[in-house]
């Protein structure tokens, strides 16, 4: 029988995940955050996958991190701030030759985790798909899209990929996920924190032209600074291509403030600030950027970590 697929926070991500590697015949296990959780699950007898307006429901085995079953493959599907908390819930289970796929958008979480389990191997993931819940234990798929994955210690692929074949999730091993985890991460900057300042979709960023394109200055100093000039190739160009191509779209950190969700600023815009200081490097716009949007965040009442 194959590894069992254990996916860490049945959300968004977790979700979409879950429910195409059960349709193909895999064996996966939900960690669901606590026994109310599980029972609330259990009622609802599944997760449910809306895909092209057709929704098809997976009766899915759900467990606590209690659950005495080992893991050798964990799919970590929590916001990055939850991340670390919520493996270390898991941690005594992971057998020694475990592997975590950590799906957080952003940086910092991924080596947070690391740390904390540094005997599993941990392979970063940097994804396209789109997926929002309309309901609980429901999540529509939103946007299809492509998945890196890749492990900046050991560049070997894991012989799982072959499962995400079969479960058609559609994926690339990635030698270079730093790489694509820091131009993400940039383009995030140059964008997100705006589109929520301006209260407006990302197209609205195109009346800002001179802001956009001193963030992408300071961006591209910083992303020299740290060993990645090849995240920082065009990147003004590529903000602009996205703002035109997304521009009916509200960035995700503009959802998140307006449905009152917690953001994930720290592991973005925070994550560029605090290595710009590690090396050094004075970035007077991204600094005050941040100090606007932590200010705004706070007026809101929203957590501004
Ligand atoms: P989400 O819908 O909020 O899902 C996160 C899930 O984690 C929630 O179900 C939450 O449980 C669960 N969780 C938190 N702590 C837990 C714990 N200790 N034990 C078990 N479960 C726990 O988030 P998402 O949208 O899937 O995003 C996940 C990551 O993927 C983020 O970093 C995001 O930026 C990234 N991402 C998302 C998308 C997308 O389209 N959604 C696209 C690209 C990247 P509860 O349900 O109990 O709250």
């Known amino acids: 029988m194959s590894t069992p697929w254990h996916i860490l926070g049945a959300g968004s991500l977790g979700t979409l995940w879950a429910t195409r590697l059960a349709r193909a015949g895999l064996p996966v296990r939900l960690i669901l955050r606590d026994a109310q959780r599980l029972q609330s699950y259990q009622a609802f007898g599944g997760l449910t996958l809306v895909e092209h307006g057709e929704a098809n429901t997976y009766a899915i085995p759900g467990e606590t991190a209690d659950s005495p ?7 970590v599907a929590c916001k990055a701030y939850d991340a670390v908390s919520a493996v270390a819930r898991v941690a005594h289970r992971l057998a020694p030759d475990a592997e975590l796929i950590l799906l957080q958008n952003g940086l910092g979480s991924q080596e947070a ?9 941990c392979i970063c ?9 309309d309901g609980d234990w429901r999540v529509v798929f939103a946007g ?23 479960a ?7 030698t270079d996920i730093l790489t694509r985890l820091w131009r993400k991460l940039a383009l995030n900057c140059a964008i997100n924190p705006l589109t929520v300042l301006h209260d407006c ?15 992408c200055a300071e961006l591209s100093d910083l992303l020299e600074r740290c060993g990645q000039p090849a995240a920082a190739q065009n990147l003004q160009q590529e903000v602009e291509r996205v703002i035109q191509a997304t521009a009916a779209n ?3 950190m503009y959802q998140d403030v307006a449905n009152q969700r917690r953001t994930e600023i720290s592991y973005l815009l925070g994550h560029a600030c605090k290595v710009a200081a590690r090396h050094g490097l004075k970035l007077a716009h991204l600094n005050q950027l941040q100090q606007r ?6 007026r809101l009442g929203l957590p501004s970590d």
Do not use: K, M
């Open 293 to 298: 949007l932590i200010s705004h965040l706070q």
């Open 125 to 133: 993931a940097s994804s396209t798909e789109g997926a929002f819940r």
């Open 113 to 121: 985790v690391a740390a904390r389990v540094p005997h599993a191997r």
């Open 250 to 252: 509200f960035s995700s």
């Open 201 to 215: 979709r990302n197209g609205g960023l195109q009346q800002h032209q001179c802001e956009v394109a001193t963030l």
């Open 69 to 75: 079953e080992p893991i050798r493959r964990l799919l």
């Open 168 to 174: 058609q999730i559609p994926h690339e091993w990635s």
């Open 144 to 166: 299809h899209g492509y998945t890196w994955l890749g492990d900046a210690a050991h560049p070997v692929a894991p012989i799982w990929l072959e499962d995400l074949d079969a």
